[in-house]
């Protein structure tokens, strides 16, 4: 029997094996322990080069949820609210992490074509508040999440724009970028020019999606929010004592842009296979610029497909979800495609 096609999430892939080795090369003899070691300095160092930020502060969680709830937690008062798309994931799909960890703080949906915001969405949902008004939460945190949750991007200026907007009605920006060496691999910008200069405050940098073992980070470039960070983290059990083995991860991951190559990969067998699609006939929700799919699929035919033995999730009827990731190959892609194809095929 042929073997199964792995397309349903970049959660399922595996680690990538020199994050696994510098994870082992780490395994030797003490280190001092909650961030106090060599493998944690380094990664300061790394990620303020990598960034150009040398101010940078930089706290390992162990999730993109932990990373976005305690970030956001730093950006926005318990009487607060902070602005993203209706369907990100902070809002749809975190069970409330941010409000639970900001003391209740409020996640307000913004609709916006594509799963992104707008200028004028934006500008409606400030319209929209009672400013100063105790009754409503008060807008403190615009967050964008990048790419978006269907796989859409927001290029540098258009992060400008939407941030200089919030700056302007005195909101700090926050990025979830579980994927953001995909957007920063697909855009062909600097980690820079998508982050701070276009006035993000703070990331959540995911690395876990795209190789790492067991690490993700909240990225500060903002001093108020990294000193509040340093203790939130450690309320909330995010301070691992053994922390350099997911320091090291994400020094491994980040060392000489290998966290963009293995991005780069996942979003060109995305690219492929979605020509590939398009070819079959089939249709997006979005036009896939990273690694991510949303593809209209009859159910009889995802239902062939699934049983052929390509894996894949569904979103609802008529309606599949298709993820590359680092360990995607061209192989895995044209295999697939055949077996859309066979499934399309068959009456
Ligand atoms: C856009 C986005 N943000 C955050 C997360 C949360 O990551 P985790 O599952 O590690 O908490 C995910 C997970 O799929 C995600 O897709």
Redesign the pocket.
């Known amino acids: 029997m042929a073997s199964r096609i792995e397309l349903r999430s970049d959660?399922a892939a595996g680690v990538a094996p020199e994050i696994m080795d510098a994870v082992a090369a780490a395994n030797t003899g003490s280190a001092l322990a909650y961030g106090g070691d060599g493998w944690s300095a380094r990664l300061r160092e790394r990620v303020a080069e990598a960034f150009e930020f040398p101010d940078v502060a930089v706290f390992p969680v162990v999730?993109?949820?932990a990373a976005?709830a305690l970030g956001l937690s730093a950006l926005c008062p318990p009487w607060g609210s902070v602005l993203c798309h209706e369907s990100a994931?902070i809002l749809r799909s975190e069970c409330g992490a941010t409000s639970m960890l900001s003391g209740g703080a409020v996640l307000r949906g913004l609709p916006g074509d594509g799963s992104r915001l707008h200028p004028d969405g934006l500008a409606a949902a400030f319209a929209a508040t009672n400013w100063g008004d105790n009754h409503q939460s008060q807008p403190a945190a615009l967050s964008l999440?990048l790419p978006t949750?269907l796989g859409a991007l927001y290029r540098p200026d258009e992060v400008a724009v939407l941030a200089a907007a919030a700056r302007h009605r005195g909101l700090a920006v926050h990025v979830?970028g579980?994927?953001l060496a995909n957007a920063v691999a697909a855009l062909g910008c600097t980690p820079a020019e998508l982050t701070w200069r276009a006035g993000v405050d703070v990331l959540s940098l995911g690395a876990?999606k795209n190789g790492a073992l067991s690490t993700?980070a909240i990225v500060c470039f903002d001093r108020t929010a990294a000193d509040q960070l340093v203790y939130r983290t450690k309320r909330a059990g995010h301070v691992a004592s053994k922390m350099r083995f997911q320091s090291v991860q994400l020094d491994a991951y980040l060392a000489g842009g290998r966290w963009l190559e293995l991005a780069a990969q996942a979003n060109r067998t995305m690219a492929r296979l979605a020509t590939g699609l398009g070819h079959l006939g089939l249709g997006f929700v979005c036009r896939p610029e990273v690694n991510m799919a949303f593809v209209y699929l009859a159910d009889d035919a995802a239902e062939r497909a699934a049983a052929a033995g390509v894996d894949f999730y569904r979103m609802g009827p008529g309606l599949i979800r298709l993820v590359t990731s680092f360990q995607t190959t061209d192989v895995d892609i044209d295999d697939a495609l055949g077996r859309f194809a066979a499934a399309l095929q068959v009456r």
């Open positions: 959660n999730s993109g949820t976005n994931h999440t949750d979830d579980a994927r876990t993700d």
